[in-house]
Nanobody
Framework: QTQLVESGGGLVQVGGSLRLSCAASERTFSDIAMGWFRQAPGKEREFVAAISWSGDKTRYADSVKGRFTISRDNAKNTVYLHMNSLKPEDTAVYYC??????????????????????WGQGTQVTVSP
């Protein structure tokens, strides 16, 4: 069974940085887009960032532009989310996700979250004031 496993979450102070990782197993993800989503308590899951299969195109939510960077290493079947200048409103469970038929960052960002094929279990990010 295909698995996505996130890591790197934790507690950080306002203005701090974290790097999340998402490693895939049982299937290579180098031919499809990968993305990060997050869900804060009491809120719906929302798009954060996506990267195309080749890594040359990215897309970000307006709330994280200029602070977060998504990247991937297809040789390691891993996608990363570098988060800088963290704010309390970034506190959420962060998930990586993908869909078997989507190869572009734009399309992944526009896909309804409940229709994506692959999800990780999530990693908690807490930003303290």
């Amino acid at each position: 069974q295909t698995q996505l496993v996130e890591s790197g979450g934790g507690l950080v102070q306002v203005g701090g940085s974290l790097r999340l990782s998402c490693a895939a197993s049982e299937r290579t993800f180098s031919d499809i887009a990968m993305g990060w989503f997050r869900q804060a308590p009491g809120k719906e899951r929302e798009f954060v960032a996506a990267i195309s299969w080749s890594g040359d195109k990215t897309r970000y939510a307006d709330s994280v532009k200029g602070r977060f960077t998504i990247s991937r290493d297809n040789a390691k079947n891993t996608v990363y989310l570098h988060m800088n200048s963290l704010k309390p409103e970034d506190t959420a469970v962060y998930y990586c996700a993908a869909d078997a038929w989507i190869t572009t960052a734009q399309a992944l960002g526009e896909m309804p979250v409940n229709e994506l094929d692959y999800w990780g279990q999530g990693t908690q990010v807490t930003v303290s004031p």
